[in-house]
DNA sequence: TTACACAATTACCGATCAGTCAACCATCTT
DNA sequence: AAGATGGTTGACTGATCGGTAATTGTGTAA
């Protein structure tokens, strides 16, 4: 199997995954979506947690070059940025395929912490943390971390009830806490 | 089977699930932990989804019954309330045995918006929020609707995030970020 | 003691689970 | 053209899935 076959494969377990939940999809299941037979998909992942790690690996590198690149092209202020996570989110939740978030749904599948799907569940999120610190450092908040860490708390609610509740009531709600935390933590 | 027999087979599958995840128990495991033979359950619950939505139920009585009497118990302030809710979380957060809410783990697991499970899983924040609305009213708040969403958002963040990270990071920031939009939804 | 009613158990159903294996087939080398 | 190689396949493993049916107690009334 070529890279780029390996590669297809991956994208659409990840689909797969995504749509139906980690337990619920079997492996035969995948096999006949992805169109690859099971014994070509053990050929180069050992388990099926192997490849859960491959699709969450892939997951986090897109969804983090998607999020880091819509709030780069939005402003190059680092507050505006903040902000513009919250207008990148709010388009996620009304794609027609959104069905909360990947790590969210897998730590809900895997709730031992050290259990390696939920322990790369918990680094997702500590990378996004860490690129919220990293601009709140650059609008000149006091205390980058904290700060980060409660915007993330906005965010991670805001996907939960957009996925159990829809995004309607959602969105805006979300922008209105994030703005209030934005407001009290980073000088005018 | 007695009524209080019957209780305490939906308790012991409540246990089991939260614990274990929905679709990982299977039936005769469940029959092992609780005690109760596989078809003495089907007796009383016509499949494993109608057992599912009963500890659904149990667990929405119990979880809102504990905060509301832990809220009620702290001060006769409805905004005292509103901060009390967070502490309650805090110390549930500490608690051993927790791993997140049943409810976004439910979700999680059947994500289809018209899913019994899913609904279920869905009125449940629908009732708290209204319990943070009705506080938040009490309290003069001028859009104690909109409020009590927000306020949502940062509670379901935190418990995600409590799952994830450990609850030691998560119960401060949760607090502030909290006081943050309590201070600017309701007047001093 | 016998007959009946009911509750619970054991054993089983077809389907599916994760994972494996022997056979197969296309391609490349010699 | 023969053989080797690497990738792919359908068929299969024992275990477990949700759910059911036949059977075995067990308690009560006559």
């Given at each position: 199997?070529?890279?780029?076959?390996?590669?297809?494969?991956?994208?659409?377990?990840?689909?797969?995954?995504?749509?139906?939940?980690?337990?619920?999809?079997?492996?035969?299941?995948?096999?006949?979506?992805?169109?690859?037979?099971?014994?070509?998909?053990?050929?180069?992942?050992?388990?099926?947690?192997?490849?859960?790690?491959?699709?969450?690996?892939?997951?986090?590198?897109?969804?983090?070059?998607?999020?880091?690149?819509?709030?780069?092209?939005?402003?190059?202020?680092?507050?505006?940025?903040?902000?513009?996570?919250f207008?990148?989110?709010a388009?996620?939740f009304?794609?027609?395929?959104?069905?909360?978030?990947?790590?969210?749904?897998?730590?809900?599948?895997?709730?031992?912490?050290?259990?390696?799907?939920?322990?790369?569940?918990?680094?997702?999120?500590?990378?996004?943390?860490?690129?919220?610190?990293?601009?709140?450092?650059?609008?000149?908040?006091?205390?980058?971390?904290?700060?980060?860490?409660?915007?993330?708390?906005?965010?991670?609610?805001a996907?939960?009830?957009?996925?159990?509740?829809?995004p309607q009531l959602v969105v805006g709600d979300m922008k209105d806490a994030a703005r209030?935390?934005?407001?009290?933590?980073?000088?005018?």
């Open positions: 199997m070529s890279a780029s076959k390996r590669d297809e494969l991956v994208q659409k377990a990840l689909d797969s995954f995504y749509r139906g939940g980690f337990h619920a999809i079997g492996m035969d299941r995948l096999a006949k979506e992805t169109g690859v037979s099971k014994t070509a998909i053990y050929k180069h992942f050992r388990s099926k947690e192997d490849l859960i790690l491959a699709t969450l690996r892939l997951r986090d590198e897109q969804f983090r070059n998607w999020l880091y690149r819509r709030t780069e092209a939005a402003t190059p202020d680092p507050r505006g940025r903040l902000l513009a996570i207008d990148a989110l388009d996620w009304e794609e027609p395929g959104f069905k909360s978030c990947m790590f969210i749904k897998a730590s809900s599948e895997y709730q031992n912490r050290d259990h390696p799907i939920h322990a790369m569940s918990a680094e997702h999120k500590k990378l996004l943390t860490r690129y919220f610190s990293g601009l709140a450092e650059a609008a000149g908040a006091p205390d980058p971390q904290g700060f980060a860490r409660r915007l993330l708390l906005v965010k991670e609610g996907i939960v009830m957009a996925h159990l509740a829809g209030a935390l934005i407001d009290e933590a980073l000088p005018q």
